[in-house]
């Protein structure tokens, strides 16, 4: 089988990692195209994944629709002499109609709910799209249902084992208090309008958290003047590491969130649209995420996470009945390609 694989965002090379890896040893070919977008690049190199890399992310409606239309015309050449048996991305309209002109069907991978126009416009080219069971809506087309999150394809413990080493090599002490900040720039398709926190509440919310212990704060635009000192000192295929052994995690990134509550990491998450997604509230039921609309209650609360010597010992209980009911998303995933790809 030969299978093309398309990248858009750091998140979808962890989600997709050790599906390609496998597919690769099943002996399958699987060729890889990427997007110039945050550390996706970087973590791909880091990750040794050779990757072609068609767009780089731009500002704006007007150049997000330069770099798109772009893009579809660089994929769709690539796509034509590769030849893929299957296409597989997360929710992307690209991907979906160059496997559509060309015949071949596209995987999506799909957790978001909101997606609002990027659904209407990917769904009806795409061959079948998986979604954790939470997701709180019926699609489309053919629609599947896994036990988990998209975040258990890197972090189950089947995939994932976290390496004190590798923060100590870069100057971490991972038995001594500290906490890990998350900034995204609200660029994305289901954050266009939002607001994460504001840069007054991000220095009082790391100089709350400073008062027991180190402060990480990671961060897809500049950080406030003042803050820089803050930036993790780990590289970028360290960052699960540096989540796993956190004391609290706080930020307006949905992804770090449901990370860090898979790693028993106690998770505050400001949610800066107006609805919920389904992950969240399984995992708000599960007792593994704080999620708030308003950005001072959610620092707060990380505050409060933070002060708490108790809060690692329950959230790890949380996480262990948790994990007794899911499955390994990428065992699941390259199950499906392969049977889709027959």
Known sequence: MRLLVDVTHPAHVHLFRNAIATLRRRGHEVRVVAREKDVTLDLLSAYGI???SLSRARPGAAGALREWTGRGLRLARLARAFDPDVVLSRLN???AYVATALGVPNVVFHDTEVAGLLDRVTLPAAAVVATPAAFDREL??????YRGFHELAYLHPARFEPDADRLREHGVDPHEPYAVVRLVAMDAHHDRGSEGFAPETVRRLVDGLADHGEVYVSSESPLPEGLAGHAPPVPVDAMHDL??????YVGDSSTMATEAAVLATPSVRYNPLDEEMGNFEQLGEAGLVRSHYDPEIAADSAIELAADPEAGRRWRRRQRRLLAEVVDPTAFAVALVEEVGE
């Open 243 to 248: 989540l796993a052994f956190a004391d609290c």
């Open 93 to 95: 309209p690209t991907a």
């Open 50 to 52: 050779e990757h072609t």
């Open 140 to 145: 489309p087309t053919e629609h599947l249902r």
